[in-house]
């Protein structure tokens, strides 16, 4: 009997061997993914809907904008050409020399949590409220080629010879006072594992160097406590702007939206300046197509905006965004 149907099964795959190849090598070519990616308009966020704590309601929104990236498999490459408003991008374009994606990827992640941090920083200092830092942490966020380090992006630093690291001038005052073409023993958290790296300490232009690039997060004690939602799938800083004003808003009285669909980009620092970002097309075509009122661009993003606005007819406002302050005193009096 085993042998009969072995028999009628290995007849079936003979028959019809050229389907199943065909199968397979449809699989692989449809799930391959190669060197390329496509960039595509995004859509919008409410800021304010993932806002929890004791916050003031608001008639309008603050939104964040974003950019679709789509891994290059050949379904979204064919239609990145075919699309006006897709482009394919090299994978080496988007990553550092020398790096994987993945680091590229772990790279905007910590940039993403550094701008929520700045974030609070600037909204809870604009709006008088009490904020104060809990614990500070020192991430690796860059590696350049002159660097001779077992350290990688993401890695987080929490000792130094031994030294407890709560800061970033404890991290330099360490590098300075050690010696040219010496390794510094650190002690590190990486993937939730405490191990062991070196790094050496080089001389660059009279200056002592790792060669190692660093961002501070900050985890802070808030009065009133608003907390922000993250979702694992977002990186990036570019949504820090938006992000101060709108946990701002939800500290203060007064509602600064004035029932408006705001939506924006740009970086935030810790003093409150506003920095650039990639990908102010996609962004603003999202904010259009999701009929916001106004949408806020970075100094050195402001003029393509406004070009792209004029080239596509955009029925929405532009405002100009040099720091938080700027920005806050516009929307406060308009």
Same mark, same amino acid.
């Given at each position: 009997m085993d042998n009969k149907l072995y028999k009628k099964i290995g007849k079936y795959i003979k028959e019809n061997l050229s389907f199943f190849l065909f199968v397979i090598v449809l699989f692989f070519i449809l799930n391959a993914r190669l060197p /390329? !990616?496509?960039y595509t308009p995004g859509g919008l966020i409410n800021i304010d809907s993932r806002l929890t704590g004791d916050k003031y309601d608001v008639e309008g929104s603050f939104n964040l904008t974003y950019v679709t990236f +789509? &891994?290059? $498999?050949? %379904? !979204?490459? +064919?239609?990145g050409a075919i699309m %006006? &408003? /897709?482009? +394919?991008? $090299?994978?080496e374009d988007i990553t550092y020399d020398n790096e994987t994606l993945e680091d590229s990827i772990r790279r905007e992640r910590l940039q993403l949590y550094q701008s929520v941090s700045n974030a609070y920083f600037v909204a809870y200092t604009h709006a008088n409220k009490n904020i104060t830092i809990r614990q500070a942490h020192q991430y690796v966020v860059d590696i350049y080629d002159m660097a001779d380090t077992t350290l990688k992006v993401g890695d987080e630093i929490i000792k130094i010879n031994d030294q407890d690291i709560t800061s970033f001038d404890s991290i330099a005052n360490i590098i300075a006072s050690s010696k040219v073409d010496t390794y510094i023993n650190l002690t590190i958290l990486r993937d939730g594992k405490e191990q062991e790296a070196t790094a050496k300490i080089s001389n660059y232009n009279g200056e002592k160097k790792m060669f190692i690039g660093l961002v501070a997060i900050n985890e802070y004690e808030k009065q009133p406590d608003i907390n922000y939602t993250l979702k694992q799938s977002e990186s990036g800083a570019s949504g820090g702007l938006m992000l101060s004003l709108a946990i701002y808003n939800a500290l203060t009285e007064k509602d600064i939206t004035n029932g408006r669909k705001i939506s924006g980009t740009g970086t935030i620092s810790i003093d409150g300046k506003v920095g650039p970002i990639g990908g102010v097309k996609y962004k603003l075509s999202g904010a259009v197509k999701k009929k916001s009122d106004i949408f806020i661009a970075p100094d050195e993003n402001y003029e393509e905006a406004v070009k792209l606005k004029e080239k596509y007819h955009y029925d929405i406002e532009i405002v100009k965004a040099t720091t938080f302050n700027d920005v806050l005193l516009y929307l406060e009096n308009n």
């Open positions: /390329w !990616s496509v +789509i &891994e290059g $498999k050949i %379904p !979204s490459l +064919i239609l %006006p &408003e /897709w482009d +394919i991008v $090299k994978n």
